[in-house]
């Protein structure tokens, strides 16, 4: 493992239940209430995608300059909600703190635009990567593997001496096809591991990186490559 190429929201910032929020808010402001079951096909998309799932639900057929104000207001909703903050999810603390030690380059990889990504980023905290990755910055974001290409590029690695960890279903389709080998880490209620990514809790029986030190991830890189592609 030469790399480590993470996503940001729901992976290293449990910032999934504040889109959570802006998207049923938005979704109520669209006309009707979102059922989590739809909200879970959102989680790793970007914001075009967001709204079009949302258009589909209600019914609306959206032209391009509404849909453009949706995601907009997507945004929007989504710093109001992230006023309070976000906290890191179990276990990455120690193994971004790890990782640098040990000088394994590691890029934030996010579908995310970047002037909204930024407010994750300064949370976590931008000192620990040797680059960022935004949905705005690729010619096709996540689940086209642009953007993890890109992270591999910024560690000076091949896609399959990478480690990529994801939570969405997208996002982890997005590493596998650009070659990464690829950790998913689901949130609860977030669908199976796409083909060739490797689920946490099938691997390890843990349900969060809580309790993973960098030695155990390098394992499990080792063992992803076994992942049929």
């Known amino acids: 493992m030469k790399a480590i190429l993470w996503d940001m929201d729901g992976t290293l910032l449990d910032s999934e239940p504040l889109w959570g929020r802006a998207t049923h808010a938005l979704a109520r402001e669209l006309g009707g209430p979102l059922p989590e079951e739809v909200r879970a096909r959102t989680i790793g998309g970007s914001a075009p995608r967001t709204v079009g799932i949302i258009a ?9 300059a509404a849909r453009a104000r949706a995601g907009e207001r997507l945004f ?31 890029v934030l990889v996010t579908n995310t635009v970047r002037r909204v990504a930024g407010v994750g980023i300064a949370a976590i905290g931008p000192g620990w990567f040797a680059g960022t990755v935004c949905g705005d910055e690729v010619p096709a974001g996540k689940p086209a593997p642009d ?36 950790l998913y880490v689901p949130g609860p209620g977030v669908g ?25 991830l390098g394992e499990l890189h080792r063992r992803l490559g076994g992942v049929e592609q």
């Open 56 to 64: 589909e639900h209600l019914g609306l057929d959206l032209d391009a």
């Open 76 to 106: 929007e909703l989504f710093l109001e909600a992230a006023r309070g903050g976000a906290e890191l999810r179990p276990g990455v603390a120690g193994l971004l703190a790890e990782a640098r030690a040990a000088g394994i380059p590691q």
């Open 147 to 182: 953007p993890y290409l890109a992270g591999a590029r910024i560690a000076g690695a091949a896609p399959g001496e990478c480690l990529a960890v994801e939570d969405s279903p997208g996002g982890a389709t997005a590493a596998v096809a650009a070659g990464c080998r690829t």
């Open 192 to 216: 199976p591991a796409p083909a060739g990514a490797g689920e946490l809790a099938a691997l390890t029986g843990r349900r969060d990186l809580a309790g993973v030190d960098l030695a155990a």
